[in-house]
Structure formats: structure tokens, C-alpha cells
RNA sequence: GGUAGUGUGCCCGAGCUGGCCAAUGGGGACGGGCUGUAAACCCGUUGACGAAAGUCUUCGCAGGUUCGAAUCCUGCCGCUACCA
């Protein structure tokens, strides 16, 4: 394939984002025909990638493909004050092991999506530069800064005005952002919309150092499996990665209708029309739209193979319209875990069905199990459990359930 | 430093003229129903132990008053606002 033209190349790299700070800029920097640093921050508390993360990650690999080269900045350092933008409040003190530890599964995951190879791929830790730097150093940085113009960031501004605590140290936080990118000489920064003013704080630092201002390309953040909140992994409304393809498929077909266009937007390469067709049109059916959003998702991350399976045994399972086998073991789904049962909860075969429940679904006190109970919430071999007092007969390959979608398989021991 | 206010269960937030408070309400979460395991909607549950009666632990922390305290008093700590 011949190299790709500066137009050809820009617009592919705009389409998506959110904001680009600016095209023209981008376009200039492109036409120079040289091969672009293009920066993403990697937080290291957070190892577990979600479809989230990969919206950026995608953005990154189609620089890549132009030939373009990533560099990843782990926050090692920056991680100590904590991103402001998070609600969450003291940050625990990573080891330097747990660091190194967090970016290994975060590059392993991140592989699936980009290209690690040397010639377009690059890692630096922050620490290299912002541990070294003396208090002059931070004077120096900081003054780069006003206040107000701090303050006009949305995260501080509605602390501030919801009466909120601001601690000083969080202001240095968008400062080391920027002086990583100076540091790095990047050419392009990468992140959600949330980093737009932490991202931009690296122009003005470039500037101020004689560099060329990075282009800050803005994306859209992804909402979560709820229809509501970002997707994160606190907010549990995420899919990983590393999700099996039985639970991608499941997650992706609990998300709300209207989510659809915009993970097809971000998530997959489907083009434009054929988008259209599945989201717009009042012909297609949701349900089947989404089950192809779901497979087109799963072969990103595991294989065709893999996401016609999950797709059978979402609808084996879930009886979606099939041939009415709908008796009890042909409802399974595929991989239900194994619990094993202590001998001394079992007497003559019978378990008190509190115990078993608790120690099957990891309940946090018999109360609760108590309910689920009494809520018709518990089964044994798809029969409901009506009565705590009751033992039941168990056996090793009973299968118990909770709820509509856990499951557990009995061994007894 | 001064003055005023405030600190409640996963979160927000009532209660605070003492008992009827394990503590109103909302959100979330969970279970059931209806569905396309979507959304919306309806019903229910949401401190622990107990079959239950009941018992225990919980309203920033530590003491005190009282037959009895989330509620009153004292000290401490945190947060907020105004003033300095």
C-alpha cells in the first residue's frame, strides 16, 4: 500500500473525535512527511482495560498504521496526586513493583489494540523526569499557571462553587501532564474529553519551552453498560477486554437501545451506512442489530469463531425465539463455575439451603440469602428454593442459580 | 485566630422540643413481573445473628447526664461559610 496522502490520513484521524486542537495544525504537521510522536497518559492504578479505554487505544493504532509512533506516558508519578478529574479521594502510594506490575497487564491488554512493535512504539514512565525535579524546578512550573485559569476547569469549578475541598496539590496535576509532554516532545496528545484541559496544559508549556504545540485530539467518552455514567471500571458498568466472549455478548446485549449508534461508532469499524442501516432504520430489528454490534466486538478481541459461538449460546440460553427446547439443561449456559462443597455442610445429602447459598454466590450474610430466598430468587435445577428451614437433596452436577444470570455448578467434596 | 454552621446506613439526605428509630424519602444495587436477559413500567428487598419471639452492633471520635440518646451536656477531630 502506498503511503497514504496527508488528507487521506487527516481525515481518517478526525473522524471521531470529539475536538482537535487544531486541524489546521494537525494538517501542517502531517504534511511534513516526518513521523509523529503522538502521546498517551496511562494511569497505573487501573490495570483493567474496558472498551472504554480502547475508544483512544484505536484512535493511537490508526496513527500507528500511518506510521506514525505511539508514546505511552505511565503515570507513575503523577499517580501520587491522583487525577482530579476522579471523584476518588486519597490515593494509596503505589510500589514501584505494582507500578511495573499494573503496566505490564495494561501493555499486554493495550497489545490487542495497538502495534508494540519498536519502530511505532514507545514507553516512558513520568517519574524519569518529575521525581528529579527540585523545588525550583515546581516554582518554575508553577508559574506558568495562573489561578483563574485553573479554576476555570469544569472539575475545579463545580468543586469549588458545590463547596467542595480543592487540595493545592491537585493543580500541580495538570502541570506534570503538560511537562510530560514537553519532556517527550509530543507532537499529538490523545484522551477522552475529560483530560481536554490537563492536554491543553501541555501547548502552553510547549510553547513557553520553544517547542511546536502538541495537537490535542479530544475523544468522546464512552457511557457504560447502564446508559448513563462514563465506563469505568469503579462504576462496574464495563466491559473488559479480557471479558470471555460469553460475557461480552451478554453485556453488549444489555445496553440500552440508544447506546448502540455510538458504540458502533467508537468501538468498531463498521462504515457509516451500514450503521445507519442498523441504528436508523426503522426496519431493523434492535435486537438483531445489537447482536451484530456484539459480534463485531468479540472478533475485535477474540475471533469470529468465538462470537458466532457466544451469539449461539446467548440464544440457546436466553431462548431467543428458538426451537422451543426450552427444558432446563438446554437453557445452560456454557461455562457455569464449579463450587465446591465442603463435607461438613452436607448431612445425608442435604445442605441447608442458606449455607450452600451463601457459599455458592459469596453472599455477605445469611440475611441476604435469607431474602434472595424469599424472593423466589434462589433455584436448584431450575426448581425455586421456597423455604430457608427445608434442607435440600444436592448432588455433585446440581446446578443452583441466583438470580437470572448466576449460576453455580455443585461438586460435592 | 474569631464567629456561625455542619458530620447520619453504598451515595444524597430527613430526623435532632430525648422513648413509637435499625432510623422517613430519593438514588443505586439486588430479587420478582412484563419484555428483545434493552429501555420504560409495576411489585418487593436493602445492618448482623435467629425458624420466630428477640438479641446485638450502627447516626464523626471519646466521655457524661438519664430508667432510656442519632437526638441533651463536655472535650476532641474533620468539613463549610463569613471575618481576620
Known sequence: MSKP????????????????????????????????????????????????????????????????????????????????????????????????????TYMKQAGKVLDLSDEKFEVRHNSEWLEPMSCADVLRLMSQMTVARMMERDTFATRQKAGKEIFMHEMLYPLMQGHDSVMIKADVELGGTDQTFNNLCGRDLQRNANQPPQIVMTLPLLVGTDG????????????????????????????????????????????????????????????????????????????????TAAAQEFKRVHGGGTDGATDFESTLPDDIPEVAIPADMIKDGEVDPLSVTVHCFNEKSRGVAKRLIAESGIRLNGEVITDPQTPIKIKTGDILQRGKRKFAKIALQ
Open 5 to 104: 496522502t496527508t488528507d487521506q490520513q487527516l481525515q481518517t484521524l478526525i473522524r471521531g473525535c470529539e475536538h482537535c486542537f487544531t486541524t489546521e495544525e494537525l494538517e501542517k504537521r502531517l504534511d511534513s512527511g516526518k513521523q509523529l510522536r503522538v502521546k498517551l497518559g496511562m494511569d497505573p492504578t487501573a490495570p483493567d482495560l474496558t472498551l472504554g479505554h480502547t475508544v483512544v487505544l484505536r484512535k493511537l493504532r490508526q496513527f500507528q498504521d500511518f506510521g506514525h509512533k505511539a508514546v505511552l506516558i505511565i503515570g507513575d508519578y503523577t499517580a501520587r496526586i491522583g487525577d482530579p478529574s476522579g471523584k476518588s479521594k486519597t490515593r494509596p502510594m503505589l510500589t514501584p513493583e505494582q507500578v511495573k506490575q499494573n503496566a505490564e
Open 228 to 307: 448513563k455514567l462514563k465506563m469505568s471500571k469503579s462504576m462496574g458498568n464495563y466491559v473488559a477486554v479480557t471479558d470471555t466472549p460469553t460475557d461480552m455478548f451478554g453485556k453488549v446485549m444489555r445496553i440500552p437501545d440508544p447506546l448502540m449508534r455510538s458504540y458502533f461508532e467508537l468501538l468498531t469499524d463498521t462504515p457509516e451506512e451500514k450503521i445507519a442501516a442498523l441504528t436508523d432504520s426503522p426496519d431493523a430489528n434492535p435486537r438483531d442489530s445489537k447482536e451484530e454490534l456484539a459480534k463485531t466486538i468479540i472478533e475485535l478481541y477474540h475471533s469470529k469463531e468465538a462470537a
